[in-house]
């Protein structure tokens, strides 16, 4: 018996090779296939796993579905839906608070003291990082001017 299978491997009672697609997406020891396999079903995540044609966009399928998952676990009724909907309300606080701080700015120092905004460049491989934060990736390099843009303050020299 093979102690090592994948958590998909181990699901499907199946032998898990060496070369096993799924193994480097959900290892023996993943805890979060618990959830994946409740609400998707081994076979089903094995299936969308094979359909696809690179490491990269299995590696994104998988965190997806892991995502996905966890947001039904912790919520039946909205899952992913209700967890947008909660980053969205976050993220209209937070301008709200912005629109306040610079109201209040230009009513003490004066509408022209008040620091202009412009636009800093998404790096073009912003949405396939996985989610690590962290890890070197900067946003203030302006260099590049293509792709999609976000409205950050600018820093005063
Ligand atoms: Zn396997």
Not at 132 to 141: A, E, L, P, T
Request: aromatic letters at 8%.
């Amino acid at each position: 018996m093979n102690s090592n299978r994948c958590a998909i491997c181990r699901a499907l009672k199946q032998i898990c090779d060496p070369n096993c697609i799924y193994k480097a997406y959900f290892p023996s020891n993943d805890t979060r296939f618990e959830d994946v396999q409740q609400i998707f079903g081994a076979a089903k995540v094995a299936d969308i796993l094979n359909r696809l044609g690179s490491e990269e966009e299995r590696k994104i399928a998988a965190n997806s579905l892991c995502y996905a998952a966890e947001a039904r676990r912790r919520d039946p009724n909205s899952g992913i839906y209700g967890m947008v909907q909660h980053h969205e309300s976050i993220l209209n606080d937070v301008e709200q608070e912005i629109k306040f701080a610079v109201n209040e700015l230009k009513t003490n120092v004066g509408p022209d003291q008040v620091p202009k905004f412009f636009h800093v460049p998404i790096p073009d491989d912003f949405l396939t990082t996985s989610g690590k934060m962290g890890d070197g990736h900067r946003v203030d390099d302006a260099s590049t001017s293509a792709g999609p843009s976000a409205t950050l303050p600018k820093n005063h020299e």
